[in-house]
């Protein structure tokens, strides 16, 4: 991961030394650059970074020699070396993302406009209390099982300049014998 901050030419420079260190103790099997993303954490008071991807065979001598120069190296803000099985395939990155100067592609917005006009439109009614009281489950595997409730009667409407006490719960059904 490349400092977005550095300009293109460093980055390139920093790419071809790199593929130059591997080529001089081993193979390249696949080069990619992944373009500017977004870090899933800042690192050095960066959000997004320049990603490129190096895959190759070679030896401990060119590991060793890479690791020392990219931790020395002006522009590199991380890096990560991992053993890969020869016959996995070959890593196809995500979609790149826009540069830090554009604002971020978005998808469609959803038409809520109908849904709202269509509330605006429809006469207001008052709130009426539910069809059917909540009760308290009991605990344990030998609770009984729920009688079923008795309809609610209308909430009366309260005041809206002071709330009243809060209703007392309602009580919960007796208990029929099995």
């Known amino acids: 991961m490349l400092d977005p901050d550095v300009p293109d030419e460093r980055r390139d420079e920093i790419a071809a030394e790199t593929r130059k260190r591997i080529e001089a103790g081993g193979t390249i099997k ?20 320049d990603y490129r991807l190096f895959r190759f065979e070679g030896q401990g001598g060119v590991l060793d020699d890479l690791n020392h120069n990219l ?12 053993k890969v099985d020869p016959g996995s395939p070959s890593i196809v990155p995500p979609r790149a993302m826009a540069t830090s100067g554009a604002p971020p592609q978005r998808g469609p917005r959803r038409q809520e406009a109908p849904a709202r006009d269509a509330e605006a439109e429809a006469p207001s009614e008052p709130e009426q209390a539910p069809a059917q009281a909540e009760v308290a489950p009991e605990e344990g595997p030998s609770a009984p099982a729920a009688a079923a409730p008795e309809p609610a009667e209308p909430a009366p409407e309260a005041p809206t300049a002071e709330p009243g006490p809060e209703p007392a719960p309602p009580e919960p059904a007796p208990e029929r014998p099995q």
Request: aromatic share 12%; charged share 35%; hydrophobic share 45%.
């Open 71 to 82: 931790r020395i190296a002006d522009g590199v803000l991380r890096f990560r070396i991992f």
């Open 30 to 49: 696949h080069d990619a650059s992944w373009g500017m993303r977004k870090l899933a954490y800042e690192i050095r008071q960066r959000t997004e970074a």
